[in-house]
């Protein structure tokens, strides 16, 4: 079995628009066969955001949101809690130091607290990760 991993949202809305997708994504998805990606609690609102903000802009209809609602339930993604407190003290800190939104700093911290690699494809993520000696996962399972 594959190592585990933290997954941010732009690798998990790239499934959902066509035009997004790459050959990495599609290889993130497949690791989800044999592994479990772990993500911050503010995930789930994220992914709705996002696919609120498709459909107002008629990118995507809501039978469509729905259908990869369903999709996200069957694959193995655990949200991880995290205090108040905790996030707005050291996630707002590291998302300070590394220039980051808060939201992309969440999870860079749980890469960090769990000494997993992470899976994005937002630049300033991966030039923060390299940074704090966090991994990016690679491409290949």
């Known amino acids: 079995m594959s190592q ?36 911050p609690s503010i995930w789930p609102l994220e992914v709705g955001n996002v696919l609120l903000v498709a459909e107002r802009k008629n990118r995507l209809n809501k039978t469509d949101s729905i259908r990869f609602q369903a999709l996200l339930d069957q694959l193995p993604i655990i949200a991880e809690q995290e205090t108040p407190e905790r996030m707005l003290k050291e996630i707002l800190t590291l998302a300070r130091e590394n220039n980051l939104s808060t939201y992309d700093a969440s999870y860079l911290d749980l890469a960090m607290r769990k000494g997993l690699p992470l899976a994005t494809l937002d630049e300033k993520l991966i030039t923060a990760a390299k940074n704090c000696h966090v991994a990016i996962l690679e491409g290949k399972s």
């Open 4 to 39: 585990d991993f933290v997954i941010d949202n732009s690798i998990v809305m790239s499934w959902c628009f066509e035009d997004e997708r790459s050959a990495y994504s599609d290889n993130i998805l497949d690791r989800l066969e044999s592994t479990t990606a772990v993500v």
